[in-house]
Nanobody, 126 residues
């Protein structure tokens, strides 16, 4: 099991940038794909971005492609989500998630991830 703690959320205005961080502890971090998801009030949890275990392959939801960038630093056991050109529709609780040990491929489904952080709120005003 890996423990995940997100940080970096907060209030932003349209067009602003925020960077979320997810610090991992516990089992080996570098062998698992990581993902960012978000859940707006009253809606389902949706895939935002994912990164393979070695960092060379990423995937993005169409709604954030070109604006968000996921990255990871395995030496620091941390994954990041750089969010640029924020829009009000980006408002949600953002969750970091890890796939099981040795599952290094990026997946979009919530069920593919075994460990989750507590979430960090991002609110974008117009």
């Amino acid at each position: 099991q890996v423990q995940l703690v997100e940080s970096g959320g907060g209030l932003a205005q349209t067009g602003d940038s925020l960077t979320l961080s997810c610090a991992a502890s516990g089992r080996a971090f570098g062998s698992s794909a990581m993902g960012w998801f978000r859940q707006a009030t009253g809606k389902e949890r949706d895939f935002v971005a994912g990164i393979a275990w070695y960092g060379g392959l990423t995937d993005y939801a169409d709604s954030v492609k070109g604006r968000f960038t996921i990255s990871r630093d395995n030496a620091k056991n941390t994954v990041y989500l750089q969010m640029n050109s924020l829009k009000p529709e980006d408002t949600a609780v953002y969750y970091c998630a890890a796939r099981p040990l040795l599952y290094g491929a990026v997946k979009r489904a919530v069920a593919e991830y075994s460990d989750w952080g507590q979430g960090t709120q991002v609110t974008v005003s117009s």
